[in-house]
């Protein structure tokens, strides 16, 4: 069964970064999308960035770009997302997510077919 852990959330000042990984080591990541998802408290989850399995496409909520970037490194089975200039609607617990059946291009939906336990973060204003 594919698993997914995430990790590198936290708390951090408005303004700060922080950096969250997931790790997919358990199955060969290249092939699947995986995609970051949020829920905030009392609010849907919502898909924050997302990374194609053929080409590293990416995609991202408006609401993120510019600020956030997703990366992928296939030679460890990782995908990161780079999380700069944070604000306090971001806070919210960070899912890492994983698809099948996708070539160039990814889902930025709340809906997965593999998920991880989710991670928190938290930004303080």
């Known amino acids: 069964q594919l698993k997914l852990v995430e990790s590198g959330g936290g708390a951090v000042q408005a303004g700060g970064s922080l950096r969250l990984s997931c790790d997919a080591s358990?199955?060969?990541?290249?092939?699947?999308?995986i995609g970051w998802i949020r829920e905030a408290p009392g609010k849907d989850r919502e898909g924050v960035s997302c990374?194609?399995?053929?080409?590293?496409?990416?995609k991202y909520a408006d609401s993120v770009k510019g600020r956030f970037t997703i990366t992928r490194d296939n030679t460890k089975n990782m995908v990161y997302l780079q999380m700069n200039s944070l604000k306090p609607e971001d806070t919210g617990v960070y899912y890492c997510?994983?698809?099948?059946?996708?070539?160039?291009?990814?889902?930025?939906?709340?809906?997965?077919?593999?998920w991880g336990q989710g991670i928190q973060v938290t930004v303080a204003s």
């Open positions: 358990r199955f060969t990541a290249g092939n699947y999308a």
């Open positions: 997510a994983a698809d099948s059946g996708y070539g160039y291009s990814c889902p930025l939906g709340p809906r997965h077919d593999f």
């Open positions: 990374i194609s399995p053929s080409d590293d496409s990416t």
